[in-house]
């Protein structure tokens, strides 16, 4: 009896040992798993870089960051709209009224801006004047002639930062002069979704004095440079000074146009035909209700 007791009392010794070493090693084991696991700073990176490249913006995402396509109102009168005109953007040099300084030009976008226009690309001019509707009640069309540098250094920012839409006609065969666009500027223009490039002739001479043969090879190879370049189909020519004749409008259509700009002074018309439009002279020394009063912002 005593043996067994003796024997008893050994087993549930060693039973209160074996649970005591037990409840030791699995609490050990639960620190270990509750600890942070350290990563290098080459390992974040690494899942960083992959996580970055197994995410995509999803098409929602997208699409508010995009503007909504305008909605096209047919008019029940005529539309009339300015179209303005700019050379230099720039410091005025000498009085010359084809200056109009950085300052006023970002101060008359930004007036537009703020009044509500809308800017026309060429297709969308070309669809107000074959429709007679339009994108918004109240709509501009900004062009450039020559192709000077400085309008696109000075110009195309101030637009892009407004997102708003130009155009520019360039002299092709004055391409890479000293104060004039070379290829880069204009392929840097044509990568930019707001801005768009037209004809100015190659050698910008007199139109209206000039013979059918000699506006037929102004006109196609100017629209031909500039399509092979920019990989574009050249729908707008802008005539030198302004200045035409009876037959030009018919030989730009017949070379691939779709419409013309001259230099005469008031709004743009289907009436006034598509090759004959006129532009809105903008000289320097405009404020914002004098610049507002010139395009009929009343």
Same mark, same amino acid.
């Given at each position: ?5 003796? %024997? !008893? ?5 060693? $039973?209160?040992?074996?649970?005591? =070493? ?5 609490? #050990?084991? /639960? ?96 669809? %107000? !004047? ?5 994108? $918004?009640?109240?709509?501009?069309? =900004? ?5 000077? #540098?400085? /309008? ?147």
């Amino acid at each position: 009896m005593k043996k067994m007791l003796q %024997v !008893l009392i050994v087993v549930i010794l060693l $039973a209160l040992v074996g649970a005591i =070493i037990f409840k030791m090693v699995s609490g #050990k084991s /639960a620190r270990l798993e509750n600890r942070p696991i350290k990563v290098t700073k080459s390992v974040t990176e690494k899942v960083v870089e992959e996580s970055s490249e197994k995410v995509q913006p999803s098409t929602s995402s997208k699409d508010e960051t995009e503007k909504p396509e305008p909605k096209w109102v047919k008019s029940d009168t005529p539309i009339k709209f300015p179209i303005l005109m700019y050379h230099h953007i720039a410091d005025v040099v000498g009085g010359n009224t084809l200056f109009v300084p950085a300052d006023e030009f970002k101060m008359e976008m930004t007036a537009l801006k703020n009044a509500g226009y809308y800017t026309l690309s060429p297709e969308e001019a070309y669809r %107000v !004047l074959t429709t007679n509707e339009k994108p $918004a009640d109240k709509i501009v069309w =900004i062009t450039f002639d020559d192709g000077y #540098k400085n /309008a696109h250094d000075t110009a195309m920012p101030i637009l892009t930062e407004l997102g708003m839409k130009g155009s520019f006609f360039i002299i092709t065969g004055m391409v890479g002069n000293e104060d004039k666009m070379a290829d880069d500027g204009l392929l840097a223009l044509k990568s930019n979704p707001l801005m768009s490039i037209g004809s100015h002739t190659v050698n910008h001479p007199d139109l209206e004095y000039s013979s059918n043969e000699a506006v037929n090879t102004e006109l196609i190879d100017s629209k031909k440079y500039l399509d092979n370049l920019l990989h574009q189909n050249t729908s707008v020519i802008c005539y030198p000074a302004g200045r035409y004749n009876a037959q030009t409008g018919a030989l730009a259509e017949a070379a691939g146009y779709k419409l013309g700009l001259t230099t005469h002074p008031g709004f743009a018309s289907s009436a006034d035909g598509l090759f004959a439009l006129n532009r809105v002279r903008v000289a320097y020394g405009q404020n914002e209700a004098s610049f507002m009063a010139l395009i009929g912002n009343q």
